[in-house]
């Protein structure tokens, strides 16, 4: 798919935009802080909800406005959707679709879907797993964007547990027998959402590693094997380590792992009234990523970490490719971050997306296989060269 119209309101640095764009390759150059990124976060915002950059939705509303308006018309083997999405800091997104109101927004997530690409990959290599587990999740949801509803609902479900387990552990230690029934119903409400969580992460990681490999090798041209596993807090439990290929087909049968999740809540109880927290679920696994047998992180060069970074976006592309046409490929500012080897490869492997939305402070940036239409970006104006 492409996207054929982009139009922003009050959207980050942007009042007013409107933006006709082709398929192929378009590069949006200018100098720093000029609105390059501000483009294409809007683009990759309409699939998942989420930005590359932020946590919360407050920073993409205008300063001093009360709400951004993202509307995109995406073509997808010839036909025209149009998506619309108004953001209002601290509440529920409300989203349009060829201009009928939608109950629920998930309705409109994935319509636009996008892989980027940007300086920040390195942190999904380098940082805490809280990346790794966002970068899983936030391709589960394009995926399948039902999943979107368990993803926050499981975030609400652990924040009332949490608050749960803190107030009983309180009472117990103030030697009062605290009412356990109702953290009973949470344990089940928790290990029902977390087992559908967990088993879909599975399921995308064993669809990413082959393409993971792939990528890895044709990027690096390295020598080490690119390797990918999951750790889950409930086979260390159950005093297992990472995830083996038993376990992997295990962990994806959702009412059993969903039965052995509340097992081991029981088992843990103890631990958790003292220390107050949810030690079991998909919000205490990892991604794991080794190289040739060494974990990436702490081990692998600043070199290698972004080849297994890359690596990873593209074996996101080439996951969501298979699962229904091509996504818009977003590189936002990464050229200038690679080797003139890299940079060659990494030009070579996405020349053939439908649709590659590149940033670049300068247009040497732009590797030459890349040849496409040239918007500048200056002060907030955006001209088609
Ligand atoms: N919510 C907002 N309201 C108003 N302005 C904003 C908002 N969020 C960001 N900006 C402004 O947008 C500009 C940054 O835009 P952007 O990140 O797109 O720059 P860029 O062209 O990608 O720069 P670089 O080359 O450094 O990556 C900054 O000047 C910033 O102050
Ligand atoms: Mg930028």
């Known amino acids: 798919m492409y996207v054929s119209n982009l139009s922003l309101h009050d959207f980050r640095s942007y009042t007013e935009l ?28 309409l699939g998942t909800f989420t930005s590359h950059r932020v946590a919360s939705d407050a920073a993409l509303v205008r300063h001093g406005t009360g709400g951004a308006v993202i509307r995109a018309k995406a073509v997808r083997d ?6 619309e999405l108004e953001i209002v800091a601290g509440r529920a997104n409300r989203a349009r679709l060829n201009r009928a109101p939608v109950s629920r927004t998930r309705d409109v997530m994935g319509i636009v879907r996008s892989v980027v690409f940007a300086p920040e990959d390195l942190e999904l290599v380098k940082g805490d797993p809280q990346a790794r ?23 609400k479900i652990l924040r009332q547990r949490g608050a749960l387990l803190k107030s009983a552990g309180a009472a117990r230690r103030r030697g009062g027998g605290p009412d356990l029934t109702t953290l009973d119903v949470w344990d089940g409400h928790l290990a029902a959402a977390g087992a559908e969580l967990i088993a879909a992460r599975i399921e995308l990681v064993q669809r990413l590693r082959p393409h993971v490999a792939r990528a890895y090798e044709e990027v690096s041209a390295g020598q080490e094997e690119a390797v990918l596993g999951y750790r889950c807090a409930l086979l260390a439990v159950d005093g297992e380590g990472e995830a083996g290929p038993d376990d992997e087909a295990a962990l994806t049968d959702v009412p059993a792992l969903t039965e052995r999740l509340v ?8 631990k958790e009234l003292e220390r107050g927290v949810s030690l079991v679920g998909p919000h205490r696994d990892d991604l794991v990523l080794t190289l040739g047998g060494l974990p990436v992180r702490g081990y692998a060069s600043h070199g290698e970490s972004w080849s297994f970074a890359l690596a990873l976006r593209l074996a996101s592309y080439e996951v969501l490719r298979d699962d229904g046409g091509s996504p818009v490929l977003i590189l ?54």
Request: charged share 30%; no cysteine.
């Open 18 to 45: 409107v933006l006709a764009l082709d398929p192929g390759v378009i590069a949006f150059v200018g100098h720093n802080g000029q609105g390059k990124t501000n483009i294409v976060e809007a683009v990759a915002y």
């Open 78 to 83: 010839g036909r025209e959707t149009l998506v």
């Open 133 to 155: 587990r966002r970068f899983l999740d936030d391709l589960v949801v394009l995926l399948t964007p039902r999943l979107a509803g368990v993803r926050s609902e499981y975030d």
């Open 263 to 270: 097992a081991a809540m029981a088992r843990l109880r103890t």
């Open 332 to 385: 936002d500012d990464v050229f200038a971050e690679l080797d003139t080897r890299r940079r060659t490869r990494l030009a070579a492997m996405v020349a053939d997306a439908e649709q590659v939305l590149i940033t670049a402070a300068v247009p040497e940036d732009v590797p030459d296989q890349l040849e496409g239409a040239r918007f500048t970006v200056a002060g907030g104006e955006v001209t088609r060269e």
